[in-house]
């Protein structure tokens, strides 16, 4: 079969379901005795599988293979949940990652895992209990996997004469309509008894979710051959496989009689009393139940199409501009109400539109809570990881690059903000640390919160480090606030390590991260208390592709300055401007600043410098340092759509793009940062 | 230069000039142009052009022959190689015009004024000279990046 088309799929399932099993483990450390947990990691481990061998990935397979039969005597409650388990579970995750990534590479997904199998195979035999029950062994006969509640189904069932049949059903490779045929797969074996289980779940099945086959489980008085032949009446079935489950068959009694179909009615409702007091176990699956039908009304788009819809959209908000501008020097009503209106569907579209590029932070911070606790083992550290917020939502592309500037952060908290679990012990801390990750809204932007409990900056040592590193010089160092300080540790060419470390020393200070940050139109700010901990908040825009801008003017030119960087307005008269060494400064909040303008900066022609009176000055911040800007007229505040100068103009000078105003012109928007000095 | 067949015939000072038809997208009227600053002079700016941001160019400038002097005649002949778009400031764009490469002769040593080096080469039609401009190395970007450092510096 060819299965490069299902490749796509294939990743795309795979990665979720390794999350899900990563979550899950996640919480299992925590709850080793919270068997729903269990069920959930084996379902995915379990569809995992499926699909793998389906895809002729035989390694991960054989290794979801061999984690399947470990959980599974987990749930049988024939193992314990220990860390060594845990552990190696976890491992076993990393390597599928790997060898999911590979095939996402264009690889061949294989990678030794024998190590791993080995060890899952030692826990699975060295540790299990004498088998006791024989469902183990149907288990791994037929792959239909019985929890407790089924297995006492089936015993009761067999005492009212019964069979239990594991039905395999295999559709034609072109069957079209899938669900349809597994609909009348079932509707005909109801007619028979009950199905009590199937693999898939029935869920999977009605979605499509299988590939071609899959197994059921039948409760049922008639004979093998009435099922096969009311089966055969389904069309695109390429083979239907019945057998009895093996250790029901003693009392096999198959003749069918209106007395018993009563009872089985009986049995249905016995059935349902049971439903409730083993809530417990079938909890196992409820929990899938509920989250698949919010899962499947998404459906996957590719972004460059999200992508080029927002271009046109992005034209059609020009056009609307303009139009509002027409329709008011026109002056009629009805086209001005008209106007009015598409603007405010307009509007809402691209509020739309801009959620769709939106997607929850959670993508990002996943992949956390396994780090933490790797890096919390390498460094030999107790901390527990708290996320808040996950389901933020933020742009795809600052969801993109993201990521990285916060694993820098996380393990330079590990690292260097929490402390051992002994020194924590002296200090009368938790020996737990705890590390918070937290986003949320505030007004047009996402704040990600990173707080340790940890021992918070030295600004002793902080000092002695720029002076050693030559960022500072001693005499200023006196005259630096607290934050002035901590603000250090994001220049470049600091790093507080002692000793350079696998984690955090790479020689890459948080000054990348820093850069990273501004260059995503965000902020990042340093709080510390010495030894109680410290807390790195990053201040995010909501999007990138639009921005909130102050619309100036220059001459005859109109210029855009992003809000983020602005600081405030102001207006000042000539004799305010003062020069030190030739260069024009100003004075704000007690603060000296430089000033610059723009007409010159720009080289913008200026037709006759008349004195003004109050000049207008736009207060611009990159970080801590500020410079003013003087302009000829502030025009307002504007939401303009941001666009590239294109491939001929690369880089210019302090301007980050242009965009398109309602009059059809084009204004260009400013970089401020490349301004300050 | 076998592939050349129709180009588009414009007028810069009294010379008449022809650019491949393949690479010319639309000819455009000259609006309003929002000039960047701290670019190459002959960088007259960027343009709207439905939507997308569009440099405009002076191409006599470019070329080294004077300046560009606005008139009702004056067009945009908006160019697109790979992923570049330009749009080039021309006295007036009067024709389309097939040409038969046989009729191509090797540029002379000077045109007019323009260096041969942006030139693939000339062809006589009812007595008219028509200079075939090479389009990739008027546009060519690390030239005018290097003349953009050299403002710069």
Redesign the interface.
Known sequence: MDTNQYVEVFLDESRDHLQAVNDHLLKLEKQPQEMSLVAEIFRSAHTLKGMAATMGYEEIASLTHKMENVLDLIRNNELQVTTEVIDVTFEAVEALEEMVASIAEGGDGKKDVSHLLAHLQKIETGETVAEESSENNQSQTTEMELDDYQSTVISQAKEQGYQAYNITIRLTADCMLKAARVFMVFEGLEEFGEVIQSVPAAEELEEEKFDQEFTVLLLSKHNETAIQERLHKVSELESVNISVLADLDNSASPSPNETESKESKQQDEKIEKEDNTAAETKQTTAPTQEKKPSTSKTIRVNIERIDSMMNLFEEMVIDRGRLEDLSKQLGNHELIETVEHMSRVSQDMQSMMLTMRMVPIEQVFNRFPRMVRGLAKDLEKDLELHISGADTELDRTVIDEIGDPLVHLIRNSIDHGIESPEKRKQQGKPVKGTLQLRAFHSGNHVMIEMEDDGAGINREKVIEKAIANGILSEDRAEKLSDEDVYDLILTSGFSTADKVSDISGRGVGLDVVRNKIESLGGHIFVESEPGHGSKFSIQLPLTLSILSTLLVTVSDETYAIPLSSIEETVALTNDQIMNVQQKPVMDFRGKVIPIVSLADVFEVPQEERTEKTDISVVVVKKGEKMTGLIVDSFIGQKEVVLKSLGNYLKDVYAISGATILGDGHVSLIIDPNALIK | MEEISKVIVFQLADEHYAADIKQVSSIEKLE?V??????ADF?K????L??????IIDLKERLHIGKAEYTDNTRVVIITIE????GLIVDSATDVVDIDPETIDDPPQMIGSVTEEYITGVVKRDDQLIILLDLDRV?N?DE??AVEDTI?D
């Open positions: 309003h929002t000039t960047v600053p701290r670019t960088i700016g960027v343009i709207n439905r939507g997308n941001i569009t440099p992923d570049i778009q330009v546009l970007v005018i990046n710069t």
